[in-house]
Nanobody, 122 residues
Framework: QVQLVESGGGLVQAGGSLRLSCAASGSIFSINAMGWYRQAPGKQRELVATIISSGRAVYADSVKGRFTITGDNAKNTVYLQMNSLKPEDTAVYYC????????????????WGQGTQVTVSS
């Protein structure tokens, strides 16, 4: 099994910044993609950003130019730098890893973090 542990959420004023981290542990053979999703009350979970093994990243239009996703495959860790935060960014943020497991080799399989709350006040 693979476990993802998130950190970095919190309360911040509009215009502020936060950096989320998500570290994976367990028997991972390879990582195909890492990403961040968020879910606000009453809304569907939506993609925020994702990065694939080549380093190519894609962002939701709502965060483009403000958020930056980076990954460290050697450390099995993904980060989300969030700048110029807006109240509408308030949500629970979830990290996601698409991986191939090891011992035995299984996959690709999606794993999710526990979620971390980001609240942006106006």
């Amino acid at each position: 099994q693979v476990q993802l542990v998130e950190s970095g959420g919190g309360l911040v004023q509009a215009g502020g910044s936060l950096r989320l981290s998500c570290a994976a542990s367990g028997s991972i053979f390879s990582i195909n993609a890492m990403g961040w999703y968020r879910q606000a009350p009453g809304k569907q979970r939506e993609l925020v950003a994702t990065i694939i093994s080549s380093g190519r990243a894609v962002y939701a239009d709502s965060v483009k130019g403000r958020f930056t996703i980076t990954g460290d495959n050697a450390k099995n860790t993904v980060y989300l730098q969030m700048n110029s935060l807006k109240p509408e960014d308030t949500a629970v943020y979830y990290c996601n890893f698409n991986v191939v497991g090891e011992r035995p080799i299984i996959g690709p399989v999606d794993y999710w973090g526990q979620g971390t709350q980001v609240t942006v006040s106006s």
